[in-house]
C-alpha cells in the first residue's frame, strides 16, 4: 500500500492530471470516486498516475440503455496514495452506419418536406 496522501493532496494532482466530470468523496474516510466523461480520459489518467499495472481490477463492457442508446463502459480500482479508488467513465456510442437505401429514403422525405 502506498504512503497515504491528505484529501487535498490528492485532489490537487488528480486535477493536474485529468479533468474528472465529477469527485465524490465517500464518508468512509478510505475512498474517493472520480468519473469521466471518456473512457480515453479515464485511461490517460490511469496511466499519468502511474497506475497501469495489467493486474489492476478493472472492468469494461458495452451494453444498451433502457432507451435503446449504445454505450460502453469502463471502471477502475486502483489504490493512490493510500486512498481506495473507484473510477469510471460512460460513453454513448453510434448504432451502425444506416444502410444506403434508408439514406436514400430519408433524403428523398426531407427534400419532399
Do not use: C, Q
Not at 473512457?39 to 433502457?66: C, Q
Amino acid at each position: 500500500m502506498s504512503t497515504r496522501k491528505s484529501r487535498r493532496a490528492v485532489m490537487a494532482e488528480l486535477l493536474l492530471l485529468a479533468d474528472p466530470k465529477h469527485i465524490h468523496t465517500h464518508g468512509d474516510g478510505v475512498s474517493l470516486a472520480f468519473d469521466f466523461d471518456r473512457i480515453a480520459e479515464l485511461r490517460s489518467w490511469l496511466h499519468l498516475a502511474g497506475l497501469n499495472d495489467p493486474d489492476m481490477l478493472t472492468a469494461e463492457r458495452t451494453g444498451t440503455t433502457d432507451d435503446g442508446r449504445p454505450y460502453e463502459s469502463m471502471h477502475a480500482y486502483p489504490t493512490w496514495h493510500g486512498w481506495e479508488i473507484y473510477a469510471y467513465a460512460k460513453e454513448y456510442t453510434t448504432g451502425p452506419d444506416l444502410d444506403p437505401a434508408t439514406v436514400d429514403r430519408l433524403s428523398a422525405l426531407a427534400v419532399a418536406g
